[in-house]
């Protein structure tokens, strides 16, 4: 009587944990897939919220006239919201979540950043 408890105890045991292992393998996986689709992407100039800041990849091609602010000095590299690290073409910008910008880009959000000429 005491071995076939033993046994049932056992076998409910290792069941569990071949739907523990189950259910960890499927979340790793699933997390993994999650964050292949939260990967940064380059943000598009097209993007809605791109378009009403006047974001280009290409500093130099922002034209003056319809963007006054814009001085040919400001690059999203020396600019105060830009992320990660210097000499990084594409670069993390706080006002764009999960998207990377040009380095050598521009919007009229533009901030010098701290420490520089
Ligand atoms: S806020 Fe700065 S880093 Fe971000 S897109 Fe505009 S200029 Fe570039």
């Known amino acids: 009587m005491t071995d076939s408890i033993n046994r049932r105890h056992l076998l409910r045991g290792a069941a569990g944990m ?13 997390s993994r897939n999650a964050m292949a689709d939260d990967a ?19 500093s130099k091609a ?3 006239k319809k963007f006054p602010t814009h001085k040919p000095e400001q690059f999203c590299h020396n600019c105060q919201l830009v992320q990660g ?3 990084e073409q594409w670069r993390g910008c706080t006002l764009f979540p999960k ?3 040009n380095a050598d880009g521009w919007c009229r959000s533009w901030v010098k ?5």
């Open 85 to 87: 690290k210097d000499g």
């Open 62 to 64: 922002v034209d003056p």
């Open 113 to 117: 950043k701290a420490g520089t000429k």
């Open 40 to 58: 940064f992407k380059h943000l598009e100039e097209d993007n809605a919220t791109a378009k009403a800041l006047g974001y280009h990849h290409d």
């Open 18 to 30: 071949v739907v523990g292992t189950a259910g960890l393998v499927a979340g790793v996986t699933m």
């Open 99 to 101: 998207k990377l910008v």
